[in-house]
């Protein structure tokens, strides 16, 4: 029996209505998705709701679209498949989100749990599955629970430290008719857990006794009151700050005693600031993110402020955490710690003056195809101040997480957590989506492009004014790169690509081809400025890599 059928003769709500409404009880404004049979309960039920169905077209960009949703709102973003495949295509976004603190929610389907006629045909255990990538996994068997698994599915989701949560709907589950009084649950005010005294003094002592403190910015401090805090505790106490790739913006990185990103790990210029500091006061990074640096025994301190305690491991060991919200931590340090007459940042400032000088060059470079320092300066500048880049994972994302200025947060979309190829395009059309007045670009290799290609159909449907830049090397480059580390063979990397131009207009976008350097810029301009979707595809030279980092880097040394 369908599930119309069962409301009209009951009157009462079947499982698919209730968990819409489930959904628009939590505030849910989008459900990203591929939805199959299995889900055609839940999809009747959203075409009655106030909820807008984004149609992708691969449940991974759906995916990558509601981790990022998550990420630059803080809200849990929502996405949908179907059982077995559709299922599984969102393995990847579910680690994206998991390992990246973005609250999401997943919704599959599932054939009938009470009795089915298509034996194991697309049946997978999709709980145990999801199991080690999300925070809670649930199938739902009986409609009068829905409620109950949507409220703490998003609890969980948002709770610090954010992440992946899954729900599977069976068929019949979603047809099946809950009792009149099954109610829905109203999400908490619960706030963030203030952070001890005792541990905010000690830090306080920790920082005031240091000769060189220096302040580095994570991935966890990428929202707007940490932001604030931030500013206050940098302006209050004068200590030098450095981010990690995902801490990008946090603070404006045209602020004075800004030293630069630790992109690498090691044997980078700002690395000459960190080894030098004799306390490091951590904000927001987890080992989650790739290190920007390494711990020592014996070495410099570490106060970990964060939202949850650190995972100790090799190579982060902190003496002292500050365990609580944030930016109530920051807000405090910065009132009660002040500027100290024993600092000492000169060394920091001569290291900044380094890190300007190293960035500032081949920014204007003439060379055709493109090199990377170019690129990055190019699109810096047509860019404002308040535009949105997000970045997908390859050798480019190195260069414009050292080469790029980011003046807010959230401006630089990145992931150093999963670094999944395929992420760009998603999350540059979800910021698109949610702030149609900002200009907003996709910054992606030709590789990283072509895994998630296919969602140029849906921004164009979407109408989204979107400049998707490919940076195009006709190759997997950063491996590429490391191939040539490690002294082997090239050999394995190198593809075709299509016509972007043709594959651009294919898809009712507008397709440009940087033919000379100087014409990147205006390309771009023009892009930005006429509005719909673009495609830029930009010849890339990475000959830059060996020279810049295998070369100047390895001779670097810190007596600057």
């Not at 819409?20 to 591929?34: C, D, H, K, S």
Request: net charge negative.
């Amino acid at each position: 029996m369908s599930s119309q059928a069962s409301t009209s003769q009951s009157g009462g709500e079947s499982g698919a209505e209730l968990f819409i409404r489930a959904l628009e009880n939590e505030g849910v404004r989008y459900i990203f998705g591929v939805p199959g049979e299995e889900n055609l309960d839940l999809l009747e039920a959203l075409r009655k709701s106030r909820i807008q169905l984004v149609l992708n077209r691969h449940e991974q960009a759906a995916g990558f679209m509601a981790a990022t949703y998550g990420r630059l709102t803080g809200r849990v973003g929502v996405c949908l498949s179907t059982l077995g495949p559709g299922a599984t295509n969102l393995v990847t976004a579910a680690a994206y989100a998991q390992l990246g603190g973005m609250p999401m929610m997943m919704i599959s389907g599932q054939k009938p749990i009470k009795s089915s006629k298509q034996g194991l045909f697309q049946i997978l255990d999709v709980v145990d599955l999801m199991r080690p990538l999300t925070k809670y996994t649930r199938q739902i068997s009986n409609a009068n629970t829905i409620p109950a698994k949507v409220r703490e599915a998003f609890r969980l989701a948002s709770e610090e430290r954010p992440g992946a949560v899954h729900l599977e709907l069976p068929e019949d589950i979603a047809a099946e008719v809950a009792d009149g009084d099954t109610h829905i649950f109203q999400p908490s005010d619960a706030r963030r857990p203030t952070a001890s005294t005792k541990s905010l003094d000690t830090a306080c002592e920790m920082i005031n006794q240091a000769k060189h403190p220096l302040i580095m910015i994570g991935a966890g401090a990428n929202r707007k009151r940490v932001s604030q805090a931030l500013i206050h505790l940098v302006n209050a106490t004068g200590i030098p700050f450095f981010t990690t790739q995902m801490g990008k913006g946090v603070v404006d990185e045209r602020h004075p005693r800004y030293l630069g990103n630790a992109a690498l790990s090691s044997g980078d210029f700002v690395h000459c600031a960190i080894d030098h500091a004799d306390l490091v006061i951590n904000v927001g990074h987890d080992v989650v993110e790739k290190p920007p640096f390494f711990m020592k025994p014996g070495g410099k301190q570490v106060i970990h402020v964060n939202f949850s305690g650190a995972d100790v491991d090799p190579v982060y060991f902190p003496q002292h955490e500050v365990v609580g919200d944030i930016a109530n931590s920051v807000d405090y340090l910065a009132e009660r710690c002040g500027q100290c007459p024993t600092h000492d940042f000169s060394q920091f400032m001569e290291v900044k003056a380094s890190v300007d000088e190293h960035l500032a060059e081949k920014a204007d470079d003439e060379r055709y195809p493109i090199i990377p320092q170019r690129i990055v300066s190019d699109v810096r500048k047509v860019m404002p101040e308040d535009g949105i880049i997000a970045l997908d994972n390859g050798m480019y994302k190195l260069w414009f997480a050292r080469n790029y200025p980011a003046y807010d947060n959230n401006t630089v979309l990145l992931d150093n957590a999963l670094a999944s190829m395929g992420a760009g395009l998603p999350s540059a059309m979800m910021a698109a989506m949610l702030y149609p007045e900002l200009k907003v670009m996709a910054v992606c290799g030709d590789g990283g492009f072509m895994m998630n290609s296919q969602e140029l159909e849906t921004a164009v449907r979407l109408k989204l004014n979107l400049v998707v830049l490919i940076i195009n090397d006709n190759a997997y480059g950063m491996i590429k790169w490391k191939q040539g580390q490690e002294g082997f063979e090239d050999f394995g990397l190198d593809y075709g690509n299509p016509d972007f131009l043709k594959y651009a207009d294919a898809y009712g976008a507008k397709g440009h081809l940087v033919s000379r350097t100087e014409d990147l810029r205006p390309t771009l301009e023009s892009a930005l400025s006429e509005g719909g979707v673009h495609l830029v595809e930009v010849p890339v030279d990475y000959s830059e890599n060996r020279r810049v980092f295998d070369e100047e880097l390895v001779k670097l040394t810190c007596n600057l």
